[in-house]
T-cell receptor, first 116, second 109 residues
Framework: DTGVSQDPRHKITKRGQNVTFRCDPI?????LYWYRQTLGQGPEFLTY????????KSRLLSDRFSAERPKGSFSTLEIQRTEQGDSAMYLC??????????????FGPGTRLTVL | SQQGEEDPQALSIQEGENATMNCSYKTSINNLQWYRQNSGRGLVHLILIRSNEREKHSGRLRVTLDTSKKSSSLLITASRAADTASYFC?????????FGKGTMLLVSP
């Protein structure tokens, strides 16, 4: 499968625990994006990388959230001290390009986080 | 904000009928994109229309863009049960994507 993959697909955790999600983009894609989606809403942009550089972060990304893409390939999104409000689907997308960072995005299946 | 607002919020039709969804936005854009999301295939890009284009077709999809009214429409012709999904518009400038709440389309056999 050459699409965007995310792991795990589901995560249940207790409030206060840390969680980490992984995203593997399409292999030749230089851009990688993270979004969060809650029930009944569209995806909300969190952050994006061009190669290993994190170029933009949403104000939604509180200090408890950190994302990395150390070698410009896969990326991790960590949430520290999880809260019930963090329960959502976390989507990863990747794209290839140098133009505006909003074209040609391919999305992964998402990681559904439930915080008890 | 470049966030789009889709209308209607929900739409229920019979197979074979056409479905029209609308999107309004508030700021100038570089392009506008439509996405579909269902439980089986996740979020999938459908079509991108640039600000200097007025209409675009892709298979059974027809998208129009009216930048003077800051609105777009997505028409799905001869709908199928497999078209059942949420549809999101994403008006975009030179930054990242912003999605609206979507239109939930139900196509009944």
């Amino acid at each position: 499968d050459t699409g965007v993959s995310q792991d795990p697909r589901h995560k249940i955790t207790k409030r206060g625990q840390n969680v980490t999600f992984r995203c593997d983009p399409i292999s030749e894609h230089n851009r990688l994006y993270w979004y969060r989606q809650t029930l009944g809403q569209g995806p909300e942009f969190l952050t994006y990388f061009q190669n290993e550089a994190q170029l933009e972060k949403s104000r939604l990304l509180s200090d408890r959230f950190s994302a990395e893409r150390p070698k410009g390939s896969f990326s991790t999104l960590e949430i520290q001290r999880t809260e019930q409000g963090d329960s959502a689907m976390y989507l990863c997308a990747s794209s290839l390009g140098q133009g505006p960072p909003n074209e040609g995005q391919f999305f992964g299946p998402g990681t559904r986080l439930t915080v008890l | 904000s470049q966030q789009g607002e889709e209308d209607p919020q929900a739409l229920s039709i019979q197979e074979g009928e056409n479905a029209t969804m609308n999107c309004s936005y508030k700021t100038s854009i570089n392009n506008l994109q439509w996405y579909r999301q269902n439980s089986g295939r996740g979020l999938v890009h459908l079509i991108l229309i640039r600000s200097n284009e007025r209409e675009k077709h892709s298979g059974r999809l027809r998208v129009t863009l009216d930048t003077s009214k800051k609105s777009s429409s997505l028409l799905i012709t001869a709908s199928r049960a497999a078209d059942t999904a949420s549809y999101f518009c994403a008006p975009a400038g030179y930054s990242t994507l912003t999605f609206g709440k979507g239109t939930m389309l139900l196509v009944s056999p």
